[in-house]
């Protein structure tokens, strides 16, 4: 099966605690995203890579950073320095054309 | 300049009904539309998208509406079931660079039986 997974699907960590979320994709797309989602809005782009090795900062990336390894993988880390962690996160990644498919989301508490 | 603007937040539709939502955008430069489905606790899933050299563009009982002009675009979702209740995102990107989608707010949709 072609797709995106996400893992964990649910998350929660205490505060002050760095936590990494995984992304892999089977789609062979050079292009992956990551989003955030909180209640009532939008997605929000955190960080997005064009290619192996190389990723460059979204709209709201102070906190997060990524590594961009391997084709297939995009993990995000959460670290202590964002200040309102909990939220939804949601991995994409694209063809060469325009289209976006998601992942199944990690919801990610911090308390 | 970066913005797409949705409307209604949300919207209750009878069964067999019509659902519009609405998108409005600013930068000119966007020429791809897409339109995504989420429902609770799952991620997105691209339902139909447009780019801005058609007008319509229809896929069973979703069509996108585009008026370049007013810069807007519309979901209709004809014959509105049940099964349709979810929330729906407009987006936009530009075809250079990385292509980063700038998504709407977001629409809750419900439609009751």
């Known amino acids: 099966d072609g797709g995106i997974t996400q893992s964990p699907k649910y998350l929660f960590r205490k505060e002050g605690q760095n936590v990494t979320l995984s992304c892999e994709q089977n789609?062979?797309?050079?292009?992956m995203y990551w989003y955030r989602q909180d209640p009532g809005q939008g997605l929000r782009l955190i960080y997005y890579s064009q290619i192996v090795n190389d990723f460059q900062k979204g709209d709201i990336a102070e906190g997060y950073s990524v590594s961009r390894e391997k084709k297939e993988s995009f993990p995000l880390t959460v670290t202590s320095a964002q200040k309102n962690p909990t939220a939804f996160y949601l991995c994409a990644s694209r063809d060469r054309i325009y289209e976006q498919y998601f992942g199944p989301g990690t919801r990610l508490t911090v308390t | 300049q970066q913005q797409v603007k949705q409307s209604p937040q949300s919207l209750i539709v009878q069964k067999g009904g019509i659902s519009i939502i609405n998108c409005a955008y600013e930068n000119t430069a966007f020429d791809y539309f897409p339109w995504y489905q989420q429902f609770p606790g799952k991620g997105p899933a691209l339902l139909i998208a447009?780019?801005?050299?058609?007008s319509e563009k229809k896929e069973g009982r979703f069509t996108i509406s585009f008026n370049k002009s007013a810069k807007q675009f519309s979901l209709h979702i004809m014959d509105s079931q049940p099964g349709d209740s979810a929330t729906y995102f407009c987006?936009?990107?530009?075809?250079?660079?990385?292509?980063?989608?700038?998504f709407g707010q977001g629409t809750r949709l419900t439609i009751n039986p």
């Open positions: 789609l062979n797309h050079d292009a």
């Open positions: 987006a936009a990107s530009m075809a250079q660079g990385a292509q980063k989608l700038v």
């Open positions: 447009i780019r801005p050299d058609v």
